[in-house]
């Protein structure tokens, strides 16, 4: 009673606990402490020490934010508040959600403006192409493939991938119910989504907004240069750095690396300073140890072999080109012929044709070989303008433009090029858009564009209903905007209560504090502790005035007391406290639990009018014991006992017992009451029921040496097995000898007999006629080889060829053929004859 007393205070106190802080709903859904929630949340998605803060987490947050409340978000196409039972579109990559009706007419509009675009240009001249001022043919310009792109972050989507039908965040569901348990839109279901960056973990929150937060599972990795134990870490913080400084050696050979914990082999350049002299010998100075090649400003200097030049490298190891001037070797202005001159020479034009490309990229120099650049491009082609509307002969190094101002559309699709031979490259439109934005109260201010408008950029100013609270909103979301004033609201109660919630729009809510006046009702004295019922909104009965409200305020009467009064049951068995308008005594519903004659059961009925109350033991009306006997068996005994229930001790147990024999052999008879009795010593007990389970023949076990167990039928392991006397035979190692010996010398070690004389003479007989087939059989296998290598070099054997005999042949005398040389000779004569003509007519 009195552990029930506690938790019936205890119980009592938590219910007026709840009393006094009960609040209205319309008033929970403003006093959410939503950091507090996130706080909970994500407790497990902070990131660890030295990682960072993580945008993902921040992003999710704000998604979760701004979904927690009914009408928090904003679609930017209507610039609406999207609730929660509205069907919504959430993009892929910025996540942002809008109305499904909204991006479905967004998404139709947008794919419409490029096909009407698409056919204008295809109708125009645009898309014939033209040929520009070189008479080349530039064709059309490529037309876009037909997408429609996210209001906010502008990501392209395909027309197949227009939304057509409403689903959860993570896509499971169709069209999900509205939960009032559940985040809006959320399916409830684990999201399942695959983290970024990909680690092979999925992502473990129900159905959200927003990207998916850091990984958070748990995983031991050690530090980047594995000399720290592993530790257990956030999956995204695997890469974590000890305070080790790495000690591996550097490339320079000499210093160690001091850099704290890094990947294996990725050791930064030496930065040790060392006095190093250039590469030319000249300065030296105080060096990073990994740099110790460094030039110094100055020229090298050195005189090459003419005298005249010097070298004008700067600081360089080795000779300078080998003493030799380089300006001896030079090639003429048109760089046909190289020569080999005096480096203080002049280089001399070779005399040959230019034929360097000119300006214009199509023609060559026709001047001969000279110094200096070439002449413009004289040739005079027909030439066509930028637009291709006009022809003109014109040298081939000026540009022709005409004076026709291009009549296409720019990019906005709105107003004309109007430049002069524009071709087709027509700037981007310069104008200002001026359309009216969705807030009905700004103009775009964007250059010309094609497709609906950004939505409106800037923010305006609400206030609370008491004007203490101020909050920025974006432009044209001023009447739907939520604005959460923690100041009390100033209206005057219609309850005989004070104000307690805070300022808000619209009328107050329902009083929800405790009524506090006597119950009228049922006239017991008592305070009435329900929610205020003073100033209640009740809907009024239609009127035919449409101007007229549709609700009124009532005081209705007290409801019957909930006060508790403490009445005891019929059976006296607990106290509990009743609601004043219940306060009768019944039946607790409990076993009445009263002890019985027997002494070893209580009564099994259900709590019931008694005489005495307070007496425990049994009464008029309880229940008569019904039950068998309840006392507990000798151990090992399973046999019930046949008499109802009694007080102990029971009778002894006659039932009788059959069973095998230790040995298996014979089955044996005695009563449950003579095994299992349990007087005297544990080792008489043992012997007893050893003696009752032996059947008194002779055990049927071997001994491991093999032999029968001499002892009479037991348990358990046969008793002395080094007793054994049984014979045992015995051979020498060649099996020729044999002897028979007692068991025990056997155990002993005794195992064989030694070989004599006479079997070792055998021994010598067997090896000796082993040997001889051996021998034999290897003799065979030779010769049977050298008759197969004769028939094989008989068969494939090469034949000796024949040498073949050697004549020496002497020198044949030849005959001068005077006649062929003397018509050289003058061929040759005619030749330089003719040339020295032309060299002396041209001077």
Known sequence: MEKFTKAQAKNLAAAQKLVDTYASSSEDEGELDEKHILE????????????????????????????????????????????RVEAIWSCESCYCFFHLNCIQRWANDSMMQMKVKAA???????????????????PPKRQKSLHWCCPQCRRDYQPTEKPTQYNCFCGKEENPQNQPFLVPHSCGEICGKLLQPKCGHDCKLLCHP????????????????????????????????????????????????????????????????????CECQRESKMVNCSDRKWKCQNVCGAPFACGLHICEKVCHAGACGDGECPLQVRSCPCGKNT?????????????????????????????????????????????????????KELPCSKEFTCETKCKQMRDCGKHACNRKCCGDQCPPCEKI??????????????????????????????????????????????????????????????????????????????????????????????????????????????????QAKKYEYKSLPHPRCEEGVVVTCIGGHEVATWPCWNSKPTSCQRKCARQLKCGNHKCSLVCHSVAQPQDMAQQPGCANCEE?????????????????????????????????????????????????????TVQEIIERREKLRSCGNRCLKNYPCGHRCSAICHSGKCPNPELCRKKVRIFCACKRLKQEIACDKHRAGQVSLDCDSN?????????????????????????RNRLELEKFEAKFGKRKHKERKTVDVGPAKTKIDWQRWAIYVVSILTVVAAIAVAFYADS
């Open 759 to 783: 079997c070792k003479a055998e021994q010598s007989r067997a090896q000796a006629a082993e040997q001889q087939q051996l021998e034999q059989k290897r003799r065979h296998e030779e010769e």
């Open 210 to 277: 927003g990207p998916c937060p850091p990984c958070a599972q748990q995983a031991q990795v050690s530090c980047l240069c594995g000399k720290s134990s592993p530790r257990s870490m956030r999956c995204i913080d695997k890469q974590w750095r000890c305070q080790q400084a790495c000690q591996d050696l550097l490339a320079c050979g000499k210093h160690k690396c001091q850099q704290l914990c890094h990947r294996p082999g990725q050791c930064p350049p030496c930065s040790s300073k060392s006095l190093q002299p």
């Open 120 to 138: 204008e240009q295809q109708n125009g001249q645009a898309s014939q192409g033209h040929y520009n001022h070189l008479g080349e043919f530039v």
């Open 339 to 391: 020569q080999v001159r005096p480096c203080n020479e002049a280089e001399e034009t070779c005399g040959d044709t230019c034929q360097k490309l000119l300006s214009c990229g199509q023609h060559t120099c026709t001047q001969r070989c000279h110094r200096g650049a070439c002449i413009s491009c004289p040739i005079r082609t027909k030439k066509k303008c930028r637009c291709g509307l006009h022809e």
């Open 628 to 680: 068998g006997c309840s006392v507990p068996r000798p151990t090992g005994c399973v046999h019930s006992c046949p008499r109802g229930c009694h007080p102990p001790p029971c009778a002894p147990c006659n039932f009788v017992i059959k069973s095998k024999c230790h040995c298996g052999l014979n089955q044996l008879v005695y009563k449950c009451s003579e095994y299992f009795d349990e007087t005297g």
């Open 433 to 546: 858009c001026g359309k009216q934005l969705s807030c009905n109260k700004h103009k775009c201010q964007s250059v010309c564009h094609n497709g609906p408008c950004y939505p409106c950029k800037l923010e305006s100013q609400i206030n609370c209903r008491c004007g203490k609270t101020k909050r920025s909103v974006p432009c044209g979301r001023e009447r739907s905007a939520r604005i959460v004033c923690l100041e009390l609201c100033r209206i005057t109660a219609k309850c005989h209560h004070g104000i307690k919630h805070r300022c808000h729009k619209g009328e107050c809510p329902p009083c929800g504090q405790v009524c506090g006046l006597p119950n009228e009702t049922s006239k017991c004295g008592h305070i009435c502790k329900a929610r205020c019922h003073e100033a209640v909104r009740v809907n009024k009965p239609k009127e035919a005035r449409p």
């Open 40 to 83: 909970l949340l994500y407790k497990n998605y902070r990131p660890t020490e030295g990682a960072g803060s993580s945008k993902d987490a921040a992003k999710t947050s704000t998604f979760l934010e701004n979904t927690l409340h009914s009408g928090a978000a904003t679609c930017l196409i209507c610039i609406g508040s999207i609730r």
